[in-house]
């Protein structure tokens, strides 16, 4: 499905049903048994809940928000090498939100957690599904309040200011070093984008 989607075979519409589908039955096949009364449970609403015939309670499928951000400092932004990703892609910082968190407040912790940055000012731009298996990204751009990088919690393997110029080379596939960004179906292509974009 993620191949599907990265490498853009398919037309966005089928996409997204595809997404919808792969989301709803990756719940239904993680959540056969309820946790509290260990009963069986059957779907219902045609497939858009799951009851439990015990105990009568309804369970809903579920969503689990990231935040992804681009930081910014002035003319330059924060872009890392997660582990997880091939050699040489540079990508936004993100991580998933915990219970009781703003959406601001996350990605100041997530930051500060990967890259000991402090972020000021949090502006929300956009959303995008990303059901693999069930994320919501949360697009946003923030103001860094401090430069000195300091990698944590073992999630980045490197983590950069890219003057805006520098940006651009990578997204024009021209960086010295063979840099290059995800690919234009993710939110994080968008934020970098729309940033290396405007102007300083
Ligand atoms: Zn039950």
Redesign the pocket.
């Known amino acids: 499905m993620r191949s599907l989607a990265v490498q853009g075979v398919l037309p966005r519409g089928d996409l997204e049903l595809l997404a919808q589908v792969r989301s709803l039955a990756h719940w239904h096949t993680s959540h056969r048994y ?1 946790s ?2 260990g ?1 069986e449970t059957r779907m219902a609403q045609a497939g858009y809940r799951r009851d ?1 015939p ?2 009568l ?1 309804v369970h809903f499928p579920r969503t689990d928000p990231v935040v992804i951000m681009l930081i910014a400092d002035g003319d330059k932004a924060l872009i890392g090498h997660p582990h997880r990703l091939a050699e040489g892609v540079y990508t936004t910082l993100a991580g998933f939100m915990e219970p009781g968190e703003t959406i601001e407040q996350a990605v100041r912790r997530e930051v500060m957690e990967e890259s000991s940055v402090r972020v000021s000012d949090v502006t929300f731009m956009k959303s995008q599904p990303w059901p693999f298996p069930t994320s919501l990204m949360l697009g946003c751009v923030g103001k860094a309040e401090s430069r000195d990088i300091v990698l944590g919690d073992n999630e980045l393997e490197d983590c950069r200011w890219f003057p805006r110029d520098e940006v651009r080379e990578i997204l024009a596939g021209r960086h010295p070093e063979g840099l290059h960004v995800p690919p234009e179906i993710s939110i994080a292509h968008w934020l970098i984008r729309t940033w290396a974009d405007a102007e300083a």
């Open positions: 309820f509290h009364c009963h439990c015990s105990c309670a």
